[in-house]
């Protein structure tokens, strides 16, 4: 089933979605990034959807902003932040292709993801070439958290550029694929992610985003507390029995 706005599809598969933007000539507009945080609300309104993908429908993820766009006013900023957030707080797992060029703001959507894929000719800049706008703080504080500190100010400060073996090792990628029949592929890992149920993928991605936010000792505390909730439910048994019979799980989501 698709779902058609203006500069974006959402493609509804059996229990995840594939979210396809078109950019204006390699360049995000502040209509592609207002209609982001609409695809966001419309796949957390969808009980069936458990995983999103994000991607191009061209062969780059985005060479930078479009002239159109001017980051330093309060409005442009707040229109990109508003996109980050939603896509960073989807309470089910987010997944970003990077694709061909790939610079700002596409490279601050993909952060905002929990994985990030690349294909395998991916060149990756956290700067924009069309207007050499800088990353936001969002984006500072994402890098960060993936890769190595040093690493991370290293290809800020110096602007740098790296290929798609670089970002697998940086820890920005987690996998790479060949630049032909990908898509398949990518889809059987989002099948398999699914197939966990929601109770467990929602209650995951929702254990990881407190965890970024408390102490070591607080966090066990809700890993704890999710654990004991998630064994009181209808899929938590169906888990065991199926395991038992040696058969595929019926998750209900109960």
Not at 4 to 29: F, P, Q
């Amino acid at each position: 089933m698709m779902s058609e706005l203006n500069y974006i599809s959402i493609d509804y598969k059996k229990n995840y979605a594939i979210v396809r933007y078109e950019t204006n000539g390699d360049c995000w507009t502040e209509e592609l990034l207002l209609e982001i945080k609409v695809a966001c609300q419309k796949i957390q309104a969808d009980q069936k959807c458990l995983s999103v993908l994000f991607m191009s429908d061209s062969k780059n993820s985005g060479f930078g902003w479009s002239k159109n766009f001017h980051l330093m006013t309060e409005e442009c900023q707040a229109i990109l932040n508003s996109a980050l957030i939603a896509v960073e707080e989807l309470p089910i797992p987010s997944f970003f292709l990077i694709q061909g060029i790939t610079n700002l703001p596409a490279m601050e959507i993909a952060l905002a993801c929990d994985v990030r894929f690349s294909l395998d000719d991916t060149i990756i800049s956290l700067i924009d070439k069309e207007s050499n706008f800088q990353p936001s703080d969002f984006t500072f504080r994402r890098l960060a958290k993936f890769s190595h500190r040093s690493f991370a100010l290293d290809l800020l400060l110096f602007k740098k550029s790296l290929n798609a073996l670089d970002g697998k090792k940086s820890g920005i990628i987690s996998e790479i694929y060949n630049s032909k029949g990908y898509l398949s592929a990518i889809e059987v890992v989002l099948e398999q992610i699914t197939n966990y149920g929601a109770i467990a993928i929602k209650t995951l991605k929702d254990s990881m985003q407190l965890g970024e936010q408390v102490d070591l000792n607080t966090g066990l505390n809700i890993e704890h507390e999710r654990t004991l909730q998630l064994q009181e439910t209808d899929d938590f048994k169906e888990g065991i029995d199926a395991f038992l019979q040696k058969r595929p799980p019926k998750f209900l989501g109960k």
